[in-house]
T-cell receptor, first 115, second 115 residues
């Protein structure tokens, strides 16, 4: 499968624990996006990378959230000291270089449940 | 501020009938408009986009959408619905005047096609 992959698919954790999610984009895509989606809502933008540079970060992304893309390939999203309000589906997407309106290709998501 | 509205939480259509899923938007500059579909337990899939040119855009699975600048709308249509079209549909917009890469998403419309 040459699509966007995310790991794990599901994560259950206790409040206060740290969690880390991984996203592997389509290999030739240099742009990578993280979104959060809650039930009954559309995706909310969290952050965006072009190659290894984090170019945009939403105000939704509190200081407990950090994302990296160290070599411009896979990316990780870490949530420290998780709260019940962090429970959501975390989506990763990638798009190819070129125009700013290239469509984004999404992974299956990581569903986080904070108990 | 940019925004997207999908006024219907759910649309019910009989198989074989035409379907319309509505989307209206608000941006400062020229809009880049997208439709995505989300099937259960699967990632968001790109259907079609409008960037410029012909107001009628054709996409995957027989879907099309019509851009109407005066009504600031980008409704998704299909002439003859299939049961397999049942899914969650999202409209998204990017303001062409913005320097960022964020997509603003609607809350989604659940499409149910009844046999």
């Amino acid at each position: 499968d040459t699509g966007v992959s995310q790991d794990p698919r599901h994560k259950i954790t206790k409040r206060g624990q740290n969690v880390t999610f991984r996203c592997d984009p389509i290999s030739e895509h240099n742009r990578l996006y993280w979104y959060r989606q809650t039930l009954g809502q559309g995706p909310e933008f969290l952050t965006y990378f072009q190659n290894e540079a984090q170019l945009e970060k939403s105000r939704l992304l509190s200081d407990r959230f950090s994302a990296e893309r160290p070599k411009g390939s896979f990316s990780t999203l870490e949530i420290q000291r998780t709260e019940q309000g962090d429970s959501a589906m975390y989506l990763c997407a990638s798009s190819k270089p070129g125009t700013v309106y290239n469509e984004q290709f999404f992974g299956p998501g990581t569903r986080l449940t904070v108990l | 501020a940019q925004s997207v509205a999908q006024p219907e939480d759910q649309v019910n259509v009989a198989e074989g009938n035409p379907l319309t899923v509505k989307c209206t938007y608000s941006v400062s500059g020229n809009p880049y408009l997208f439709w995505y579909v989300q099937y259960p337990n699967r990632g968001l899939q790109f259907l079609l986009k409008y960037i410029t040119g012909d107001n009628l855009v054709k996409g995957s699975y027989g879907f099309e959408a019509e851009f109407n600048k005066s009504q600031t709308s980008f409704h998704l249509k299909k002439p003859s619905a299939l049961v397999s079209d049942s899914a969650l549909y999202f409209c998204a917009v990017r303001d062409g005047q913005d320097s960022n890469y964020q997509l603003i998403w609607g809350a989604g419309t659940k499409l149910i096609i009844k046999p």
